[in-house]
């Protein structure tokens, strides 16, 4: 079964997948490789090439381009050139946006990128949004913790990851976060980058939302 890929334009394989071959997606492949180390990088492809498999497996509609640059650029606030004082999914979400509008993307597809990044840690939300961010997660989270691991076949993944290796990918992701919770330990407190902070950074400690509630200035 093929999906019905709403994206114009002409196509590549690349590592065994069928991908958009656009300027669009050039720009953000050429984006993300300028700004991420390698093993980010590499995770991000393969975030994406299990993305489009995963969405042609199911054969419904989506756009390919769309897909493609949020699974690109989904973890852009970790790199450098994007650090800043808010949580690293919206910073990433709000590169990706300059980056979209300065490629001429329209504000709709636009607000779908910003939307499957931002939300790309929280699959419980992004799982119900739109097709595109729904795969985007789906992608991101086979390659992150091994979830769907089972809806892709073991030769098919096996390509990618020769593709693209891991190169310590748990080892380097967790020193990312972790930098993030020494850095800006303000934002990582409402989200999974908290579990990092307190297993492995000295003095972390994130403010309990029980200990807020209960202190709220009202009587009751």
């Known amino acids: 079964m093929t999906s019905s890929n709403t994206t114009v334009g002409s196509s590549r394989l690349l590592a065994g997948v069928t991908v958009p071959d656009t300027e669009l997606v050039a720009a953000a492949i050429g984006f993300a490789r300028e700004h991420s180390d390698e093993y980010l990088f590499n995770h991000v492809m393969r975030s994406w090439l299990f993305a489009t498999l995963i969405a042609q497996k199911k054969g419904e509609p989506f756009d390919a381009e769309v897909l493609a640059v949020s699974a690109l650029l989904h973890d852009i606030g970790l790199t450098r050139a994007v650090d800043g004082p808010l949580r690293f999914e919206v910073e990433g979400a709000n590169a990706a946006r300059t980056f979209a509008r300065g490629q001429g993307v329209d504000e709709r597809r636009t607000q779908l990128i910003w939307d499957s ?18 795969l985007c997660v789906m992608g991101v989270a086979l390659d992150w ?31 990312a976060v972790c930098g993030i919770c020494e850095r800006h330990p303000d934002t990582t407190y ?16 994130a403010p309990s939302m029980v200990d807020a509630l209960l202190a709220a200035p009202f009587e009751e």
Request: hydrophobic share 35%; net charge neutral; proline share 5%.
């Open 117 to 134: 990044i931002a939300l790309n840690s929280t699959p419980s939300i992004c799982l119900h949004k739109e097709a595109e961010a729904a």
């Open 145 to 175: 913790g091994g979830w769907g691991y089972d809806s892709l076949g073991a030769e098919e993944i096996a390509r990618i990851v020769a593709a693209y290796p891991r190169l310590q990918m748990k080892q380097r992701f967790t020193q």
């Open 190 to 205: 409402d989200n999974f980058a908290r579990d990092f902070g307190e297993r492995y950074v000295p003095g972390y400690r």
